[in-house]
Nanobody, 122 residues
């Protein structure tokens, strides 16, 4: 079992920045692919970014160049640095984990966090 707890969400003006954190506990964190998804009101959950256990990142086109995913295996934590935020980035952001990167990117991962709200005002 892996437990995921997100933090760092909040209210920010358009053009601003936020950094989300996801702390993992349970099974060996470093062997898991990690990712971030988001879900806006009335919309389906969508992939944002993922990172392999070795640190290779993958991004949705909508966030490339603005968001950066990283991880610190010594702290069992994955981060999402979000810059140049737009109102359309407003959503609940969820942390995801799975032993398989493809499962994370597809949203078929085994583990989810509870979510953290990000609100970007115009």
């Amino acid at each position: 079992q892996v437990q995921l707890v997100e933090s760092g969400g909040g209210l920010v003006q358009a053009g601003g920045s936020l950094r989300l954190s996801c702390a993992a506990s349970g099974r060996t964190f470093s062997f898991y692919a990690m990712g971030w998804f988001r879900q806006a009101p009335g919309k389906e959950r969508e992939f944002v970014a993922a990172i392999t256990w070795g640190g290779s990142p993958h991004y949705a086109d909508s966030v490339k160049g603005r968001f950066t995913i990283s991880r610190d295996n010594t702290k069992n934590t994955v981060y999402l640095q979000m810059n140049s935020l737009k109102p359309e980035d407003t959503a609940v952001y969820y942390c995801a984990a799975d032993a398989n990167l493809g499962a994370v990117i597809a949203g078929r991962n085994d583990y989810w966090g509870q979510g953290t709200q990000v609100t970007v005002s115009s």
